[in-house]
């Protein structure tokens, strides 16, 4: 156990160091920052003097290093725009965008995985086909899309639910949560729904998949011969089974979820870690889009290593190696 | 054309037909076979693979799945016709009065249950035993199908078995329930050949005790010599022959037979050659007009091409259907 | 060719609405892009052809539509039917050119990958992987934001993210193919790997490769269109679908809606018809299922 956990542990750190390594190469090699900093009517020394501020009049590889081990105490220096440290700009926004992907997420999973196992179990019904049908075209709209024709609907035209923010906050466990308001949720539904529509039809494709793929089994039809009615074969036998495959890409798609909430919250102007990004890739402020990636990936890399943990704990043939 | 049933029948199945309609022709897997099997007897089911022998047995429970369907016939257990049972009837008596012993034991048993929850559930279906009483019946049957420390076992996952446990697991399942009738679609081709004697012994000494019945499906006609009463053997979704075994195997009527029995390597003569039936199963989409087994027949004459023949009694207890059945003593 | 007519794929196609509708949308838009200039009256980009008294006409069914412009027009008088042709040429385009590159290199470096073996096959799916691990949108975006907008950035930064999954398909057939006994032979015989390549591995590994292909061109349009939201995507003067959504995006909150609800219409007719005839092509490929 304790060897599989600092496998994985070392492995994280290798990709980890890997994306440092790429951010760090691209963002050096677009534009000079240098620029970002200085007033316009800055003298040559004066830029000069900015330059050697920012560590930009070093070589390449000295930068890295400079770059790693503040990373590595946690200084990821200020953004240009803000003039304040990039990581508590990213930090104070996370929430926001926490809550909605998991609004989302959960959004996703509680109307997919019912209807995916209706549409596996009885895949030639009418119902069921109009279901595919329907998760085809959630996987074929833009999500931006299907926002804006929701701002349209249900803001502009019918006015019913706000087209734009966040709704207000109450302070949980010291964090600013805007599910704990009623107008919380009524901002947060849009874009929540939006969001959610992309997992939702994946997810629903899955399940579906998984069921039909598990109805092949001999071990359905050895059920069925013990006497088992088509109803425990399916839940009882078939279910569990069948998702498997699901649970694999949960992790996907959460991570896809962080990713996408950067379009959704840039259109319903929803004050995440999202539309910061967005916002800092067209000021150019670079230490704030460091910080995005980074912690991201973090993210990205731990989710994957809980989604394998649970995995084994699914499926009794798995053991962690 | 057909014995008599009589008070001894468990199952009589008469004419049987189940088809499969696929887009490349209809494919008549069981095409008008017919049996009966008495009480605490055990039949053989004989014949190459794909003829169609597990569809019979599949047929027997109803567990025909599209673009399968049974056709005709009669499937009569103790005068009830299953083939006309309705999903609930025949759910009552699927693990019940009849059960079912796959050929692989890999896939047969659902990966993410424990063996005792999968033998468990045998017992909640069919009887009305409370928790202890089921627990204290799969621990004696797992025993009594040779797994030690059974308590132990119950608790463990399928792939914690070997393949030969797993098949003795699948066992006692399919005799918790006391079933009258038995239907084991290869139960040991799939396993090692040293494995294979002892699973035949097991089942064996299982029906033995408790007075089932058994149909035994299998290609293997050395595993059905050993095992089984009577013998009926199947080519192409028809049975060509049929009769006791000892009978069967001494004097095959049919060439096919013949050619079965042919083909068992002898073991007093290592170094002799393999005899093998020439030619290959016909498509059975396209049966060829005559007797199926015509083009592979050393016997073969004008009419077999012309007429399909019937079953005919060969003696009092053998039927054949052939044209020109072997007599005893002839060779080939 | 009435072979392929009595076949059972033409039977199976013949009967699946989902195959049948898919392929006429994909074939509506093939059309589309290739005619699509020639017919309609204006040229949305050739500023002489414009009249800034025309801005905001709706579509033609509402109050102030102009049979003109049958689905209205944009704040520069732009015919957004006219538009929607040419954007569709743009974003058909990069889909179509960003699939056949992320093929072609996908599956050289699973080949090479499969046959190579030891430290150049570690290396290369090493990448693979951690590539996988994070969603291609985020990995599109960040490779734009950092080489700027631009056609061909947009087409690098797709296939810098398409080629994975055509490099593991390709390897993982090549590895299982040169393991088989009769491609040991041959090698020992003294055949090239060229020969190996073209006669085992290719015709294995081609049907999941068609059905792959044509999925991705879909998700390359969803993703490009994304990234043009976003404004990193294609520049201002060759607007794909996407980039016509964004900008009808600021003025929907006065209700003028027709200007970025058609595009996307237009797309999502676009992806929904590759992905029904793909699915369609899945189910008919796929040996397992017969």
Known sequence: MLGYLLKRLIQMALVLWVVSLVVFLMMSFTGDPVFMIVPIDATDAEIAQARRILGLDQSLPVQYWIFITSLLQGDFGQSYVFRQPAMTLILERMPATIEMVVVAMVLAVVVAIPLGVYAGANPNGRLSRMIMAGSLLGISLPGFWVGMVL???????????????????????????????????????????????????????????????????????????????????????????ALIPVVTIFGLQLGDLIAFATITETIFSWPGMGKLLIDSIYRADRPVIVVYLMLVALIFVVINFLVDIVYTLIDPRITLK | MMATATDNTLLDVRDLRTYFHTFSGTVKAVNGVSFQIGKGEVMGLV????????????????????????????????????????????????????????????????????????MDEVLRLHTDLDADARHRACVEMLESVGISRAAERLSAYPHQFSGGMRQRVVIAIAMLARPRLIIADEPTTALDVTIQSQILKLMRRQIAEKGASMILITHDLAVVSEMADHITVLYCGKVVERGRTRDLIEAP??????????????????????????????????????????????????????????????????????????QPGDSA | MTGFFQSEFFHNYSRSASAIIGSALML?????????????????????????????????WLDGGDPQFPLGTDGQGRDVWASILYGARISVFIGLVAMIASCTIGTLLGLIAGFYGGIVDSVIMRIADIQLSFPSILIALFLMSAVGTGVDKVLIALTAVGWVVYAR??????????????????????????????????????????????????????????????????????????????????VLFSGLWWTSVFPGVAIMMLVFGINLFGDFLRDELNPRLK
């Open chain 1, 151 to 241: 701002i349209y609907l249900f803001a502009v035209h019918w006015g019913i639910f706000p087209s734009s923010g966040r709704g207000d906050t109450a302070e949980v466990f010291g964090l600013r949560v805007s599910l704990a308001t009623w107008d919380g949720w009524h901002h947060i539904a849009l874009p929540a729904i939006t969001l959610s529509l992309g997992t939702m039809a994946i997810l629903l494709r899955m399940t579906r998949a998984g069921m039909m793929e598990v109805a092949r089994q001999d071990y359905m039809k050895f059920a069925r011969a013990k006497g088992a009615t088509r109803h425990d074969v399916l839940y009882k036998h078939g279910l569990k089974n």
């Open chain 2, 47 to 118: 014949g190459e693979s794909g003829g169609g022998k597990s569809v019979v047995g599949f047929s027997i429970l109803g567990l025909i799945d599209s673009p399968g369907q049974i056709m005709g016939g009669e499937i009569l257990l103790n005068g009830e016709d299953l083939a006309q049972a309705g999903e609930e009837r025949l759910r009552q008596i699927r693990g019940r009065e009849i059960s079912m012993v796959f050929q692989d034991p890999m896939t047969s048993l659902n990966p993410l249950h424990t063996v005792g929850q999968q």
């Open chain 2, 253 to 326: 009527a049919h060439p096919y037979t013949r050619g079965l029995i042919d083909s068992i390597p002898d073991p007093a003569n290592p170094h002799a050659r393999l005899k093998q039936i020439p030619g290959t199963v016909p498509d059975i989409r396209n049966l060829p007009k005559g007797c199926n087994f015509r083009d592979r027949c050393p016997r073969a004459q004008a009419r077999c091409a012309e007429e399909e023949p019937e079953l005919h009694p060969q003696n009092a207890a053998q039927w054949a259907a052939c044209h020109y059945p072997l």
């Open chain 3, 28 to 60: 509506t838009f093939a059309v589309a892009v290739i005619a699509g200039p020639f017919l309609v009256a204006q040229n949305p980009y050739d500023i002489a052809a414009l009249n800034l008294m025309d801005s905001y006409k709706p579509p033609v």
């Open chain 3, 169 to 250: 398909t390709v390897r993982g057939s090549t590895l299982s193919e040169i393991k088989k006994e009769y491609v040991q032979a041959a090698k020992v015989a003294g055949l090239p790997n060229t020969a190996i390549i073209r006669k085992h591995v290719l015709p294995n590994v081609l049907t999941p490769l068609i059905v792959i292909a044509t999925i991705q061109v879909g998700t390359f349009v969803l993703i490009e269109a994304s990234l043009s939201f976003l404004g990193v995507g294609v520049p201002i003067t060759q607007p794909s679908l996407g980039l016509l959504i964004k900008n009808g995006f600021d």
